[in-house]
C-alpha cells in the first residue's frame, strides 16, 4: 500500500505567524478587524477588511505620527500605545468606520500591558470594541505618570538617574513631564477635523 501523502499546514501556520483557529473567530464578527503590531521602535495599527481576494487595509497609522503632535517620547512605549489607539479611532472615525475587533495576532494577552493601553486609547477615541474594562492598565500607566514620579525620586542621584533615562537626556527631554506631554498630545488629535486626519501620510 502507497502512503498517504503528508498533508502539510500553512506555511503561516508552520512558522507561528498566524493563528487560523483566531482569525475564523475574528471574521465571524464581520466587523473590520483593529490589528495591531509591536516593532522594537514604533507601533503599527490598521483596520482592515476582510474581501475574497484578500484583506483591504481601510485606516493605517504608526506612532511615528504622533510626533506630529507634539510627542517626542518613546513611540513604543505605553503612552504612546494609548496615543496611537486614539488616532485610528480618530481616522476610522473620519473613515465612517465605528466599530471594530481587536486582533492582537501571536501578542500575549497580559492584563495591562500596552496591548489593552491601546485597546483603551481606540476605545475613548470613539470606535465602538467588545472588550472588559478590567483588563485596561492604570491611568497612571496610561499616562507616563509612573514613569515622571520614578524619574522625580531619583534624580537626586545623578548617576543612576542619568544612566536610567540616558535616551531621553539625549535628546533634551524630560522624563518628569512625559504626564504632562501626554495631556497637551491628546489634545491635539481631540481638536483633529476629518480634513486634517486623512491628510496624515502612513509610513
Given at each position: 500500500?502507497?502512503?498517504?501523502?503528508?498533508?502539510?499546514?500553512f506555511?503561516?501556520?508552520?512558522?507561528?505567524?498566524?493563528?487560523?483557529?483566531?482569525?475564523?473567530?475574528?471574521?465571524?464578527?464581520?466587523?473590520?478587524?483593529?490589528?495591531?503590531?509591536?516593532?522594537?521602535?514604533?507601533?503599527?495599527?490598521?483596520?482592515v477588511?476582510?474581501?475574497?481576494?484578500?484583506?483591504?487595509?481601510?485606516?493605517?497609522?504608526?506612532?511615528?505620527?504622533?510626533?506630529?503632535?507634539?510627542?517626542?517620547f518613546?513611540?513604543?512605549?505605553?503612552?504612546?500605545?494609548?496615543?496611537?489607539?486614539?488616532?485610528?479611532?480618530?481616522?476610522?472615525?473620519?473613515?465612517?468606520?465605528?466599530?471594530?475587533?481587536?486582533?492582537?495576532?501571536?501578542?500575549?494577552?497580559?492584563?495591562?500591558?500596552?496591548?489593552?493601553?491601546?485597546?483603551?486609547?481606540?476605545?475613548?477615541?470613539?470606535?465602538?470594541i467588545?472588550?472588559?474594562?478590567?483588563?485596561?492598565?492604570?491611568?497612571?500607566?496610561?499616562?507616563?505618570?509612573?514613569?515622571?514620579?520614578?524619574?522625580?525620586?531619583?534624580?537626586?542621584?545623578?548617576?543612576?538617574?542619568?544612566?536610567?533615562?540616558?535616551?531621553?537626556?539625549?535628546?533634551?527631554?524630560?522624563?518628569?513631564?512625559?504626564?504632562?506631554?501626554?495631556?497637551?498630545t491628546k489634545?491635539?488629535?481631540?481638536?483633529?477635523?476629518?480634513?486634517?486626519?486623512?491628510?496624515?501620510?502612513?509610513?
Amino acid at each position: 500500500m502507497r502512503n498517504k501523502p503528508k498533508v502539510l499546514p500553512f506555511k503561516r501556520r508552520r512558522e507561528g505567524k498566524t493563528n487560523y483557529k483566531k482569525r475564523l473567530r475574528l471574521l465571524l464578527s464581520k466587523k473590520p478587524r483593529l490589528v495591531i503590531r509591536m516593532t522594537n521602535q514604533r507601533i503599527i495599527a490598521q483596520l482592515v477588511e476582510f474581501q475574497n481576494t484578500g484583506d483591504l487595509v481601510k485606516v493605517g497609522v504608526d506612532s511615528y505620527q504622533l510626533k506630529n503632535y507634539g510627542w517626542n517620547f518613546s513611540l513604543k512605549n505605553m503612552p504612546a500605545a494609548y496615543l496611537t489607539g486614539y488616532l485610528i479611532a480618530k481616522k476610522a472615525l473620519a473613515s465612517n468606520i465605528s466599530q471594530a475587533i481587536l486582533d492582537t495576532g501571536n501578542k500575549s494577552e497580559i492584563k495591562g500591558n500596552k496591548l489593552f493601553a491601546f485597546l483603551k486609547g481606540a476605545v475613548d477615541g470613539g470606535l465602538e470594541i467588545p472588550h472588559s474594562e478590567d483588563l485596561y492598565p492604570s491611568e497612571e500607566k496610561i499616562s507616563g505618570q509612573h514613569i515622571g514620579d520614578y524619574a522625580t525620586k531619583i534624580k537626586e542621584n545623578t548617576e543612576v538617574y542619568q544612566r536610567i533615562f540616558s535616551n531621553y537626556l539625549k535628546n533634551k527631554l524630560d522624563p518628569t513631564k512625559m504626564a504632562e506631554q501626554f495631556k497637551k498630545t491628546k489634545e491635539q488629535l481631540e481638536q483633529l477635523t476629518a480634513k486634517k486626519i486623512t491628510s496624515i501620510p502612513f509610513w
